[in-house]
């Protein structure tokens, strides 16, 4: 109803790091009708850490939720290896349904820097992912966000020749 008011379309969410339980199903589904009838597209977010197998179970049981895919997550999941699964294949199930991107880099600690202070190879994630609408910067400070701007404007503008 909050989202109704203020005109809000899209929301964005976060579950617990485990795959849900038949009561949370049930209950998640409910909310997905109820965003429905106010033209609410729901996004998924992983916490901190994000492993590969609960997001793709998610999205399997939910097929009219949408992925916010958080870079920063990602990594998380990556270098403390609980993402548990190959990167590009991740990447290619989830292609269709990620429409968020939040981007901010790390060195497997889920402390938001700079896209160009991380271990992740964001350029060879964004280059993988041809849905997306929106990236959205999440840093600490305003140096690497503006540095996350530009440098997604250049991958952008590199990406289009």
């Known amino acids: 109803?909050?989202?109704?008011?203020?005109?809000?379309?899209?929301?964005?969410?976060?579950?617990?790091?485990?795959?849900?339980e038949k009561k949370e199903i049930?209950?998640?589904?409910?909310?997905?009708?109820f965003a429905q009838s106010y033209d609410v597209e729901l996004l998924y977010e992983a916490n901190g850490c994000l492993v590969a197998d609960v997001t793709l179970d998610l999205l399997e049981k939910f097929p009219d939720i949408n992925y916010n895919l958080d870079l920063g997550h990602l990594n998380v999941g990556i270098e403390t290896k609980r993402f548990g699964?190959?990167?590009?294949?991740?990447?290619?199930?989830?292609?269709?349904?990620?429409t968020y991107v939040h981007a901010h880099n790390n060195q497997g600690k889920d402390s938001h820097t700079a896209l160009k202070d991380g271990s992740l190879d964001w350029k060879h994630v964004l280059k993988e992912l041809h849905h997306v609408k929106k990236i959205i910067t999440e840093t600490r400070t305003i140096e690497d966000n503006q540095?996350?701007?530009?440098?997604?404007?250049?991958?952008?503008k590199e990406s289009a020749k």
Request: proline share 0%; with cysteine.
């Open 147 to 156: 540095s996350d701007i530009d440098d997604i404007n250049k991958f952008i």
């Open 26 to 33: 049930s209950q998640l589904q409910e909310i997905v009708k």
């Open 1 to 20: 109803m909050v989202c109704n008011k203020w005109k809000i379309k899209e929301l964005v969410f976060h579950l617990k790091h485990e795959k849900l």
């Open 85 to 98: 699964h190959d990167l590009n294949s991740f990447l290619k199930k989830i292609d269709k349904r990620t």
